[in-house]
Structures are given as structure tokens and as C-alpha cells.
């Protein structure tokens, strides 16, 4: 039982923040009156840190590059509704910063890490981000730390490690299925 617990809390954290509890001696834990713990609180002299704090303990940006923390500063709006048939939806849609509009159609250098959509060692479609998969099902980041990318011509070879790509951007308005915010069209591995 313990140890199904400490496994459920374990995948809640997410990569960054298991990092910087490990890096910092004077994190905290605390339970609430409703007896849930809180892996993330901090001392109360702790600067407040984001999610895009914690981006440059994973990946540098590359030379003439795009920083994963311009594509961070796209709002997440929430929409949910109900289809005619009765259904509940529910997923996010993109508010881009003007620094992001910018990029729109525009080839763009980024580095970070894959999470593969196939089984396949070469991929064509996969998803890209500035941290390192930790769960096999689910790409814990926000959707505006993801890029879904499209390497069509030259499939890329998966990697544990972080690799550079180059590629045309899109930006996607609205995508209820995936709540994609980006794509990177045309793809390739740079060396």
C-alpha cells in the first residue's frame, strides 16, 4: 500500500519539479487539513519559480535558436462546452504572445526532447518539448511547452537525448482534438 502511494505521487510531480526538490535541501512538504500533500511547497524566503524557470536545467537554447520561453508565455484559454448530442468537452485553446505571432510560417531552430506517438525507432510524427519524457502515456507539461512535429521527409531517430531541430512553425488557432498550439512542418535533425 505505501508503496503504491509513493508511486502515484512520484508520476504527479512533474520533471522539473522533481529536479529542483532533489536540488534543493530546503524544500518542504506540507499536508492540508483535508490531508493531501503538497510535494511543491516552499519555504516562505523561496523565490517563486515557473514551469519556464526550470527550462534551462534541461536544455541551452542553440545557436541562432528559439528559447522554450518564448513559446511559454502563450496563454492557455480554457473552453468547455457541450456537443449537440449532449457531451461534455472540454480543452484549451492558444492566446500567442505578439513574440510567437512573430514566428508564424517562419523557420525556426529549437532544441529539447522527444516523446515518440509510435513504436517505430525512426519517427515521423512525434511531440517535442524543452523536458525529459517521464511517463510513457502522458507528456506532463503544459501545451504551450509542446510542439507537435511533423519530419516527413527524413524521419528522425528517437532519442533519449536532447536533439536540435530545424523546421518551418504553425501556429494552430484551434485544435479541440489535441489542444496543439504548434507545429513544426518539414523537419530535420540538426547536427
Same mark, same amino acid.
Given at each position: 500500500?505505501?508503496?503504491?502511494?509513493?508511486?502515484?505521487?512520484?508520476?504527479?510531480?512533474?520533471?522539473?519539479?522533481?529536479?529542483?526538490?532533489?536540488?534543493?535541501?530546503?524544500?518542504?512538504?506540507?499536508?492540508?487539513?483535508?490531508?493531501?500533500?503538497?510535494?511543491?511547497?516552499?519555504?516562505?524566503?523561496?523565490?517563486?519559480?515557473?514551469?519556464?524557470?526550470?527550462?534551462?536545467?534541461?536544455?541551452?537554447?542553440?545557436?541562432?535558436?528559439?528559447?522554450?520561453?518564448?513559446?511559454?508565455?502563450?496563454?492557455?484559454?480554457?473552453?468547455?462546452?457541450?456537443?449537440?448530442?449532449?457531451?461534455?468537452?472540454?480543452?484549451?485553446?492558444? @492566446? #500567442? /504572445?505578439?513574440?510567437?505571432?512573430? $514566428?508564424? =510560417?517562419?523557420?525556426?531552430? *529549437?532544441?529539447?526532447?522527444?516523446?515518440?506517438?509510435?513504436?517505430?525507432?525512426?519517427?515521423?510524427?512525434?511531440?517535442?518539448?524543452?523536458?525529459?519524457?517521464?511517463?510513457?502515456?502522458?507528456?506532463?507539461?503544459?501545451?504551450?511547452?509542446?510542439?507537435?512535429?511533423?519530419?516527413?521527409?527524413?524521419?528522425? @531517430? #528517437? /532519442?533519449?537525448?536532447?536533439?536540435? $531541430?530545424? =523546421?518551418?512553425?504553425?501556429? *494552430?488557432?484551434?485544435?479541440?482534438?489535441?489542444?496543439?498550439?504548434?507545429?513544426?512542418?518539414?523537419?530535420?535533425?540538426?547536427?
Amino acid at each position: 500500500m505505501r508503496f503504491g502511494i509513493i508511486l502515484a505521487l512520484t508520476l504527479m510531480i512533474w520533471p522539473a519539479d522533481a529536479y529542483a526538490i532533489s536540488k534543493e535541501k530546503n524544500y518542504t512538504t506540507t499536508t492540508t487539513a483535508s490531508g493531501t500533500v503538497d510535494l511543491n511547497a516552499q519555504p516562505s524566503d523561496a523565490p517563486t519559480r515557473t514551469l519556464s524557470d526550470y527550462i534551462k536545467d534541461y536544455v541551452d537554447v542553440p545557436s541562432g535558436g528559439t528559447d522554450w520561453k518564448v513559446f511559454s508565455k502563450t496563454k492557455e484559454i480554457n473552453v468547455e462546452g457541450k456537443t449537440k448530442d449532449g457531451y461534455d468537452y472540454q480543452f484549451f485553446k492558444p @492566446k #500567442f /504572445s505578439e513574440a510567437v505571432r512573430k $514566428l508564424d =510560417g517562419q523557420e525556426v531552430t *529549437v532544441k529539447g526532447f522527444m516523446f515518440p506517438l509510435d513504436e517505430t525507432e525512426k519517427q515521423k510524427l512525434f511531440l517535442f518539448g524543452p523536458f525529459p519524457v517521464s511517463c510513457p502515456f502522458h507528456y506532463h507539461v503544459s501545451p504551450s511547452l509542446v510542439i507537435e512535429v511533423h519530419a516527413d521527409k527524413a524521419p528522425v @531517430k #528517437f /532519442s533519449y537525448d536532447p536533439i536540435t $531541430l530545424k =523546421g518551418r512553425l504553425r501556429l *494552430v488557432n484551434v485544435d479541440p482534438e489535441n489542444s496543439t498550439f504548434y507545429k513544426l512542418v518539414d523537419a530535420q535533425l540538426v547536427k
